[in-house]
C-alpha cells in the first residue's frame, strides 16, 4: 500500500519571505511523486513531479521539490512567498514499479497562507 | 496542453432525486479516467476508476450502485449519483490519463460541486 503524509494542516509564512510544505512518503517501489495546487472551489493544477532523474525538481511559478530518497521527503519549496501562492496544496505518489494501477494516493493537504 | 472539463460546474438537488456529471478529455483520448470525492478541507479520495469500454473499478467503502459510473467513448466519462442525499453532498473531481502519454500523467477537471437538499 501507499501513503503520504502532510505533517502540517496549514503554513503561515510572510511575504517574501522563503516558504516549504512538507511532504514524506511511503511505496513499495519507485516513487513517483507530484505536488499540485488547489484554489477554492477549483480542481487541482500540476506544479511538479519527480520521476527519476535530479533530485531536485523545478516546476511552475517558481516552485521547486526535493526528492530525499534516504528520508523519504519530497518537500515543496519557493524561495519567495507571493500572496498569490495562498492556496491548498497536495503531494500526492504512485507507484513507478509498474505494479498495480495508475492511481495517485494524495496526503490530507495543506493551506498555505502568505501574509502581506 | 490537455484540458479536462466537467459539467456541471456545480448543482442543486433535492433528496431522492439522481444527478449526472460528465468529465471530458477536450484534446486527449482518455482511456482511463478517475473520479474523486473531496469533502470540505479534506484530500481527494479515490472514487472508481473507469476504463474506456468496460466496467469501472470501485474503490472498498464505494457504492457501486449509488455511484454509477460509464466510461462509453474514449473523451467522455459519466458519474451518476442516484437516489441523491445530502451526504452525498461534495466536491467531485475526475481526472484523466492520456492514452498517449506517460501513465504517470493525469490531467485534472476543475471539479463539480454537489449540494443535496
Known amino acids: 500500500a501507499q501513503s503520504v503524509a502532510q505533517p502540517e494542516d496549514q503554513v503561515n509564512v510572510a511575504e517574501g519571505n522563503p516558504l516549504t510544505v512538507k511532504c514524506t512518503y511511503s511505496?513499495?517501489?519507485?516513487?513517483?511523486l507530484f505536488w499540485y495546487v488547489q484554489y477554492p472551489n477549483r480542481g487541482l493544477q500540476f506544479l511538479l513531479k519527480?520521476?527519476?532523474?535530479?533530485?531536485l525538481v523545478k516546476g511552475s511559478y517558481g516552485f521547486e521539490a526535493e526528492f530525499n530518497k534516504s528520508q523519504t521527503s519530497f518537500h515543496l519549496k519557493k524561495p519567495s512567498a507571493l500572496v498569490s501562492d495562498s492556496a491548498l496544496y497536495f503531494c500526492?505518489?504512485?507507484?513507478?514499479?509498474?505494479?498495480?494501477?495508475?492511481?495517485?494516493?494524495f496526503g490530507k493537504g495543506t493551506k498555505l497562507s502568505v501574509i502581506p | 496542453g490537455a484540458v479536462v472539463s466537467q459539467h456541471p460546474s456545480w448543482v442543486i438537488c433535492k433528496s431522492g432525486t439522481s444527478v449526472k456529471i460528465e468529465c471530458r478529455s477536450l484534446?486527449?483520448?482518455?482511456?482511463?479516467m478517475f473520479w474523486y470525492r473531496q469533502f470540505p478541507k479534506q484530500s481527494l479520495m479515490l472514487m472508481a476508476t473507469?476504463?474506456?469500454?468496460?466496467?469501472?473499478?470501485?474503490e472498498q467503502g464505494v457504492e457501486k450502485d449509488k455511484f454509477l459510473i460509464n466510461h462509453a467513448s474514449l473523451t467522455l466519462s459519466t458519474l451518476t449519483v442516484t437516489s441523491a442525499h445530502p451526504e452525498d453532498s461534495s466536491f467531485y473531481i475526475c481526472?484523466?490519463?492520456?492514452?498517449?502519454?506517460?501513465?504517470?500523467?493525469?490531467?485534472f477537471g476543475p471539479g463539480t460541486r454537489l449540494t443535496v437538499t
Open positions: 473507469s476504463n474506456e469500454g468496460s466496467k469501472a473499478t470501485y
Open positions: 500526492a505518489v504512485r507507484d513507478g514499479s509498474g505494479a498495480g494501477s495508475y492511481q495517485l494516493t
Open positions: 484534446d486527449f483520448q482518455a482511456t482511463t
Open positions: 519527480y520521476i527519476t532523474g535530479d533530485n
Open positions: 511505496v513499495s517501489g519507485n516513487p513517483y
Open positions: 481526472s484523466a490519463r492520456d492514452r498517449g502519454r506517460p501513465s504517470y500523467e493525469q490531467y
